[in-house]
């Protein structure tokens, strides 16, 4: 009973909802996204620089052909610019066919459920269309009490709206709501949306977080939790 005690305690005094970003926070397919668009740049002859490859995490699909087409973009028509991001998606989803459990990032598999556990309910915030094939892949779709895609929302990230959607999906206050996010984009996000944002993966693009952690292993939920007694 003091065992169970402890647990409870937190889960009431908790009170608050976690939002996960997909791409780069549970899983490594930003690697894919970014392979996609560099092979589309090269078939444009055109360049694709490290910093334009760090603009288009968590950027929506047709945000992030602006930044690839960069000074390009007015040589393309909408249509033409349609179709390139057609082009993008399928060699994304061509790179992402092979996708398998042992893609997930570390710690995907052990916060979410702990969360869970402490009656924490968490969210997927993504703007990729494709998040849901993403997720049946790694075989965790399930652990989600929602989840919000590129399909739920008009304007992607830096807005919050991603994040308000999933907020009031799990019924819960967005000043009461943490999101996990690799994208500078997905940090300004959260805060737009008055929630608290972790940072995971390169401290330097999510500089401005409230705490930053390399991996969602390295993230417990008290951690969590003190973020919302400041
Ligand atoms: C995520 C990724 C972005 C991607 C966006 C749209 O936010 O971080 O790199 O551009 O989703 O993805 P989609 O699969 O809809 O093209
Ligand atoms: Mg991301």
Redesign the pocket.
Known sequence: MVKSGIIYSMDTRAGFGAIF????VIVST?KY?REAWRRLADELRIPFTEAQAQA??????MA?LAVVLGEHAGKFTDEQKAALAER??GV?KELIKGITPADALPGADTLVPALKALGIPCAIG??????KPVLESLGIAGMFDAIVT?YDFTHG?PAPDVFLVAASRIGVEASRCVVFED?AAGIQAAHAGGMKAVGIGNPEIVRGCDLFARTLADVTPVQIRALFAL
């Open positions: 970003d997909l791409d780069g930003d996204h288009t995490r968590g950027v929506d699909r992030s993008k998606n994304y993504s703007a990729s269309k494709n998040a590129g990230k994208a």
